[in-house]
């Protein structure tokens, strides 16, 4: 290459942009690609004069990281590209300053002068070195701070044995299983689990820390929530010390962070939480996240973090379905030594269907009223206290609620129910709803018949005629409808 070819300046951004592929090409054949998108793709390459690169990089941190692992690579890239004179800077866009405020730092590369940028308030200072951790101010404020002192900050009632498993949430508790087994050692690195609010996350990713300290008691586990990190980092930011609260979470081996989906606002929290992932991830360590929506759903969210949540295993946790939340009752009283009704345990799962807390809430507010009041825990009460959660209990049963309720079980569309196909399916459903419409209301035949598109009275008489016959002869039609016809009856208590 003619080295002269660059001895003037170069002002295309388009051109800088191309010297800069050809470097990222060479370098991504020297090491692996998670390492290339971690500490390469963030790069950008804003200028070219007198044979000296200017690189824009995210952060001090980042600088510094790069200038002690791969300032040889970099050194030997930039020299076969650009040839031998040439020579790099960066330009760090640090917390607290605009696009504007960018302060340059040379590279400590052969024939070159090391420098470093001078200290200002909006500059995170020089890192600590990583295996010191005595004098780090730490945002759980343990004076001389040594790596097992730090408090994990779990509940140690929320642990697997009583974190029940269902449908909604089997393939996230057996990651978390795997997990504990061997932090940072699986595929499942890291691991997001999402879903809606009182599903269970807080509950699963505490059982996976608890689990972790049980079988490694080595590890240093924490549990923060994303707003305690985000007011940590506002706190440590306002005293020039957030040099001590990234060095305090690059300790950590097992990171559990809760409702990550916080962040989406806070662009500067996402910068340093950037820094730490990259550190705890490349260093084998396991990370475990939270959110109310799914990492591809959360707007604001820098790319180079998505892409990082990417890597691990995305795991969605569904409303518990009938048969978990009656579990969830019956461990949550075997806990507290409780003992209720099966009716009543029944009407309850039946009736607090979208949260488990509103559902262990309530068992709690059964259980002291039958204790103040001296009374037995029975339906009369289970419906006193219901009242006071959920809006359908005592309900009067409709028409549209049993078509519901019907279509719910056998997975129909509801406005499939309401035309006049023959899908055997369809049909189905329909005979079992008039029939529960015969039985549960005070309806007439023609009202009922109106209330699935028009049918006259004499398909009512048949469908529930045919479900009678089914029941005679269909031992598992019988088995089902008799489940369905126990919902139905929680339904309209």
């Known amino acids: 290459?003619?080295?002269?070819?660059?001895?003037?300046?170069?002002?295309?951004?388009?051109?800088?942009?191309?010297?800069?592929?050809?470097?990222?090409?060479?370098?991504?054949?020297?090491?692996?690609?998670?390492?290339?998108?971690?500490?390469?793709?963030?790069?950008?390459?804003?200028?070219?004069?007198?044979?000296?690169?200017?690189?824009?990089?995210?952060?001090?941190?980042?600088?510094?990281?790069?200038?002690?692992?791969?300032?040889?690579?970099?050194?030997?890239?930039i020299k076969r590209v650009l040839g031998k004179a040439a020579r790099l800077e960066y330009r760090i866009m640090m917390e607290g300053s605009s696009s504007t405020q960018r302060n340059p730092a040379s590279i400590n590369m052969p024939g070159s002068t090391h420098t470093r940028p001078p200290k200002e308030n909006n500059f995170i200072d020089m890192p600590l070195k990583w295996d010191d951790p005595h004098n780090i101010k730490t945002p759980y404020a343990i004076p001389g701070l040594k790596r097992m002192q730090i408090d994990p900050q779990l509940n140690g009632n929320y642990v697997f044995?009583?974190?029940?498993?269902?449908?909604?949430?089997?393939?996230?508790?057996?990651?978390?299983?795997?997990?504990?087994?061997?932090?940072?050692?699986?595929?499942?690195?890291?691991?997001?689990?999402?879903?809606?609010?009182?599903?269970?996350?807080?509950?699963?990713?505490?059982?996976?820390?608890?689990?972790?300290?049980?079988?490694?008691?080595?590890?240093?586990?924490?549990?923060?929530?994303?707003?305690?990190?985000?007011?940590?980092?506002?706190?440590?930011?306002?005293?020039?010390?957030?040099?001590?609260?990234?060095?305090f979470y690059q300790l950590i081996?097992?990171?559990?962070?809760?409702?990550?989906?916080?962040?989406?606002?806070?662009?500067?929290?996402?910068?340093?939480?950037?820094?730490?992932?990259?550190?705890?991830?490349?260093?084998?360590?396991?990370?475990i996240l939270t959110s109310d929506t799914a990492p591809r759903d959360m707007e604001g969210m820098q790319e180079r973090l998505l892409s990082r949540f990417r890597w691990g295993l995305n795991a969605d946790i569904q409303a518990p379905d009938f048969e978990t939340r009656q579990a969830i009752l019956r461990v949550k009283m075997r806990h507290e030594g409780l003992e209720i009704p099966d009716d009543?345990?029944?009407?309850?799962?039946?009736?607090?269907?979208?949260?488990?807390?509103?559902?262990?809430?309530?068992?709690?507010?059964?259980?002291?009223?039958?204790?103040?009041?001296?009374?037995?825990?029975?339906?009369?009460?289970?419906?006193?206290?219901?009242?006071?959660?959920?809006?359908?209990a005592a309900r009067e049963m409709t028409i549209e609620n049993i078509q519901k309720l019907v279509c719910d079980y056998y997975h129909v569309p509801y406005e499939k129910l309401l035309t006049k196909t023959r899908k055997r399916e369809v049909?189905?459903?329909?005979?079992?709803?008039?029939?529960?419409?015969?039985?549960?209301?005070?309806?007439?035949?023609?009202?009922?018949?109106?209330?699935?598109?028009?049918?006259?009275?004499?398909?009512?008489?048949h469908s529930c005629q045919t479900v009678e016959n089914l029941m005679e002869t269909d031992t598992e039609y019988k088995e089902n409808l008799m489940e369905l016809l126990q919902k139905v009856q929680l339904a309209s208590i």
């Open 1 to 77: 290459m003619n080295k002269d070819i660059y001895n003037t300046d170069i002002n295309s951004q388009n051109d800088i942009e191309q010297l800069w592929e050809k470097c990222l090409a060479i370098i991504k054949d020297n090491v692996n690609w998670r390492t290339y998108q971690t500490w390469f793709e963030p790069i950008k390459a804003v200028s070219l004069n007198d044979n000296i690169v200017t690189l824009q990089v995210p952060s001090q941190f980042f600088y510094e990281w790069l200038e002690e692992h791969y300032v040889e690579l970099l050194g030997k890239t």
């Open 344 to 392: 009543v345990v029944k009407y309850m799962a039946y009736n607090i269907q979208s949260n488990v807390r509103e559902l262990e809430g309530a068992l709690i507010a059964l259980f002291a009223q039958a204790t103040l009041n001296k009374k037995e825990i029975d339906m009369d009460l289970a419906k006193r206290v219901m009242k006071n959660f959920v809006k359908t």
């Open 427 to 461: 049909v189905l459903a329909r005979q079992i709803t008039m029939y529960f419409a015969k039985k549960f209301t005070k309806q007439s035949l023609k009202t009922i018949g109106d209330h699935f598109g028009g049918f006259d009275h004499t398909t009512v008489i």
């Open 161 to 247: 044995d009583n974190y029940v498993e269902g449908d909604c949430n089997r393939v996230a508790r057996s990651a978390g299983l795997h997990i504990a087994q061997k932090p940072g050692a699986t595929s499942f690195n890291p691991l997001v689990v999402f879903g809606g609010v009182g599903w269970g996350k807080t509950h699963l990713v505490q059982a996976i820390g608890n689990e972790v300290r049980r079988l490694h008691p080595n590890k240093a586990v924490l549990y923060v929530s994303a707003e305690k990190f985000i007011n940590q980092f506002i706190d440590h930011a306002k005293n020039n010390e957030i040099n001590d609260f990234i060095h």
């Open 253 to 287: 081996d097992v990171l559990i962070m809760d409702d990550i989906h916080l962040f989406v606002p806070a662009v500067k929290t996402q910068d340093v939480f950037f820094a730490i992932f990259n550190h705890l991830h490349q260093s084998g360590k396991q990370i």
